[in-house]
């Protein structure tokens, strides 16, 4: 996936206003060749860990914290704010351990909050409109942006001395990366009410917490992963572990100038620190630096080697349209992996590689090699549907995604299976997907009160589901702060469904001006170009979709398909 200089915000384009359309295709292009990423190696270097672990390694790489912290006595004063800290006796927001399922009337079997995000739905549509959001960042917060955070799934070999306890009787932070989250957290918190003044534990459990947020789909973790990394800075300014922890926080919560700055701090002290490595490329993609992020992939692979590396590496070569570069490095990652959180982390993003470029079948065999390594891995479990309903196995796709927002209701599974109900038109099936864009507005609300900047999930299911204004409000807010092509397509679908076609299409040409092969952001521009009366325009673009990936979405596809008759009967 993949991002610039020190510690300064990204800097000023003189194009930051209404005027996409001067930039460039020169200034939009990113990336080398494929000998990079450590592909003119022996594959990816077996001591380098994945970025994606579930807490920050003890140093990762530097040094671990001194047994027994600073030397200084723990008194009662440590050890009370310790147990408030970690959330062991009564979190403040009310989350002191991990959730457990519910079994209360009718939410039996459901986790707390997803009955609390329905009964919060319930009541939303009783007195305002709903606003959507879509979640093309979940990855970012899984894969685009999730593993925005992170990059693997959290179960690579850890590097040299990654298992080195930070602390007498800290557990080792490749437990963690080997998969009990929960446990780890409880086992950390166990330590710190011991260890109080251990700064790398509690850089170790704030990571932890924020890549906890990110699988449970729980934004309200984040408020204690920032206090947890607070502690360990206020116990030793400028540990790069801490630091690199704050910055992951930050790409979580979509603040991507923010997690810059923080990834560059982290470097400064640590040039090899993995987590801040993969950040600082995340970020730059994020911002639409696509240039610099291509560097940054370059460095980071030069440094740090290894699975998040190279799966970054090849979004930046995606990003770019060098789509064969980039199942290249994937292919050879995947070769090389051997842990099963490694193993459905790349296989997974095979599988959303072939999907964006039509080939379903290609795309099932990967989501499957995924979950025969990872059963439960999340971003695995949506892509078969999304690819089940794409190949036309539509009641697969709808049974799979049922299972998916049963567990976790993110946006991006909520918005697709509501789509899917929408398209099928069964008896129900409008109230159904009502019901699913509803707890897209409740996740946003709970986003947003947990730090997130949720303005690009807002704006582009609000554009299809909900408030259009809200939509356009949400994308100029987005554009205000980052550059990327998904916002700018965010923006110009925005103004479209706005009825400012003629504003809409620079952003549009925008989206795509950088060769990314996505099938939404053509097809975007192309019924944005019959607005603005370029029929010839639009043919081309409509047509490249559906050639691409005729099944990008239910309710997108059979539109596209709808317009392009109408323009060939036109002729």
């Not at 959330?87 to 959730?99: L, M």
């Amino acid at each position: 996936m993949p991002p610039r200089t020190t510690d300064s915000a990204p800097e000023k384009r003189d194009d930051d206003h209404p005027r996409p359309d001067q930039e460039t295709d020169k200034q939009s292009s990113a990336g080398r060749g494929p000998e990079r990423a450590g592909l003119d190696s022996d594959g990816p270097g077996a001591e380098a860990g994945p970025g994606g672990d579930a807490a920050a390694e003890a140093g990762d790489g530097s040094r671990p914290a001194p047994a027994g912290g600073t030397g200084r006595g723990h008194g009662t004063h440590d050890r009370l704010r310790a147990e408030s800290e970690t959330g062991a006796e009564g979190e403040r927001d009310g989350h002191s351990s991990p959730p457990t399922p519910s079994g209360n009337g009718g939410d039996t079997g459901v986790e707390p909050r997803v009955a609390a995000m329905r009964r919060a739905a319930d009541g939303g549509r009783r007195w305002r409109a709903v606003h959507l959001a879509g979640c093309a960042a979940l990855l970012a917060v899984a894969l685009t942006g999730g593993a925005i955070a992170f990059g693997g799934a959290g179960g690579g070999r850890a590097g040299a001395g990654a298992e080195a306890v930070s602390a007498a009787g800290a557990p080792p932070a490749g437990v963690l990366a080997r998969g009990d989250l929960d446990s780890g957290i409880g086992s950390l918190q166990k330590h710190l009410r011991a260890q109080p003044r251990d700064f790398g534990s509690w850089a170790t459990l704030g990571t932890a917490y924020v890549e906890q947020a990110r699988t449970n789909g729980d934004p309200s973790r984040y408020p204690q992963a920032e206090r947890a990394l607070k502690r360990s800075l206020e116990l030793d300014p400028g540990n790069d572990q801490a630091l690199a922890g704050r910055a992951a926080l930050a790409a979580a919560r979509h603040d991507f100038t923010g997690a810059l700055k923080d990834a560059d701090r982290a470097l400064k002290p640590n040039p090899y620190n993995e987590r801040a490595l993969c950040t600082r490329i995340d970020a730059l993609v994020e911002l639409g630096r696509y240039e610099d992020a291509a560097e940054a992939a370059r460095t980071a692979d030069d440094r740090r080697p290894g699975v998040p590396v190279f799966t970054r590496y090849a979004y930046v070569m995606e990003l770019r349209g060098d789509v064969r570069t980039a199942r290249d490095v994937l292919e050879r990652a995947l070769e090389a992996a051997d842990a099963p959180g490694d193993i459905a982390y790349v296989a997974t993003a095979l599988g959303q590689l072939a999907w964006n470029q039509g080939e379903y079948r290609t795309a099932l065999g990967h989501y499957a090699r995924a979950l025969a390594a990872d059963e439960d891995y999340l971003p695995a479990l949506e892509g078969r549907a999304r690819a089940q309903a794409a190949n036309g196995d539509r009641a697969a796709a709808v049974e799979g995604l049922e299972q998916v927002v049963a567990r976790f209701p993110l946006p991006g599974p909520l918005v697709a299976l509501g789509e899917l109900y929408e398209d099928r038109g069964a008896d129900g099936d409008r109230a159904k997907a009502g019901d699913q864009y509803a707890l897209v507005d409740a996740w946003t609300s709970l986003a947003r009160a947990g730090g997130v900047n949720a303005d690009l999930d807002s704006a582009m299911a609000a554009a299809d589901h909900g408030d259009k204004k809200e939509a356009l409000r949400a994308a100029r807010a987005e554009w205000n702060r980052r550059h990327s092509v998904h916002t700018a397509d965010a923006l110009a679908w925005a103004l479209h469904v706005n009825g400012r076609d003629e504003e809409a299409l620079p952003y549009a040409r925008r989206a795509t001006a950088t060769g990314y092969r996505n099938a939404g952001f053509l097809y975007h521009r192309g019924v944005i170009e019959r607005a603005t009366g370029n029929d010839r325009e639009a043919r081309d673009h409509l047509k490249a979709a559906l050639d691409l990936n005729p099944g990008f979405s239910p309710l997108g596809a059979r539109e596209a398909r709808t317009a392009l008759k109408d323009l060939e009967g036109a002729r």
